[in-house]
């Protein structure tokens, strides 16, 4: 029995994958298993998984059409995983290569539920990154999710099957910003999850992803609040801001337009001015970059911000 299971929830990626499941077989720990969980690609995804497949029996195809990422991650740890720790990652991201050996070394503490790191934000290629996620030097709380969620993606968390279960796994019902949701109910149902200061993570900032939609991100991250309230935590106004500064410097990555990161950050101003400027670094840098990207060529903003 591995140690890690890796879920890969797939669609249509027939781009990225391979260099997805090649960044898995660079990785320094071997004793793992990838779950490729295909939502009804209709490109080469599956015969790139079947061919990793042959060449490396960790790799396994499984099906779950039509059904969601959510749905697809849930497919995959219910009824495919056999290791205690599950590990997600997403079609089109990439892993550091000793990002399983440190993760196996923090699980080896028994009273750590989940654990992410830091995410280096690229297009192409990793050595094209100009941004890296900040990692705060506290456990995971719902108050902290409700601002900017530090986990950033999917492929950045590692929990243990036991508080996935608990938790009751993923809300299939839930398109953008699903993960959201799932870690405040995970944090809520008494999960404890810890930052590691590592860059562990590459996440492709993809212009069309579903990651780019903003509009359905605060649709998401409404119903993200529902649920925080049923453990009684509720969002402040230093929340709001913090969260619209987090949609600006999105908005700037995956280059929404000339005066959406803009209008997000002013948002987040008018919402709580300390709070978007704490810290005052990232309050000014992101105001700054949201005012300059107005006047900017978009070949420029990519350039610049992505």
């Not at 991650?73 to 550091?96: E, K, M, P, S, T």
């Not at 149902?189 to 903003?214: E, N």
Request: charged share 20%; proline share 5%; net charge positive.
């Amino acid at each position: 029995m591995p140690l890690f299971s890796i879920i890969i929830p797939c669609f249509n990626a027939e781009e990225t994958i391979a260099q997805t499941l090649a960044s898995l077989t660079m990785q320094s720990f071997p004793d793992w298993e990838a779950i490729c969980i295909d939502d009804g690609s209709t490109d080469a995804t599956v015969a790139l998984i079947e061919a990793a497949a042959r060449q490396d029996a960790r790799f396994r195809l499984a099906r779950n059409t039509g059904k969601g990422p959510s749905a697809a991650r849930n497919a995959g740890v219910n009824d495919h995983a056999n290791a205690g720790l599950i590990a997600f990652c997403d079609a089109d991201d990439l892993w550091q290569p000793h990002k399983l050996t440190e993760l196996a070394l923090i699980f080896c503490d028994q009273g750590i539920d989940g654990v992410y790191g830091q995410v280096g934000f690229f297009r192409n290629v990793p050595s094209d990154a100009q941004a890296m996620s900040n990692v705060p030097n506290r456990d995971l709380s719902i108050k902290t999710l409700l601002g900017e969620n530090p986990v950033c993606t999917m492929s950045n968390l590692t929990v243990r099957k036991s508080a996935f279960v608990r938790c009751g796994g993923f809300d299939s019902r839930i398109v953008h910003n699903e993960d959201l949701e799932f870690l405040i109910r995970l944090v809520g149902c008494g999960a404890r999850v810890v930052p590691t200061p590592l860059l562990q993570t590459w996440y492709r900032t993809s212009i069309g992803g579903l990651s780019t939609d903003l509009d359905a991100m605060q649709k998401g991250r409404r119903q993200a609040i529902t649920t925080a309230a049923r453990f009684g935590v509720r969002p402040s106004a230093a929340n709001h801001a913090v969260h619209h500064r987090y949609l600006a410097r999105r908005a700037l990555r995956v280059d929404r337009g000339r005066g959406k990161a803009l209008r997000h950050a002013l948002i987040g101003l008018a919402h709580s001015p300390a709070g978007f400027m704490s810290p005052v670094s990232r309050g000014v840098m992101t105001l700054g970059a949201a005012i300059v990207a107005t006047i900017l060529p978009r070949k420029l903003r990519l350039y610049l911000f992505s």
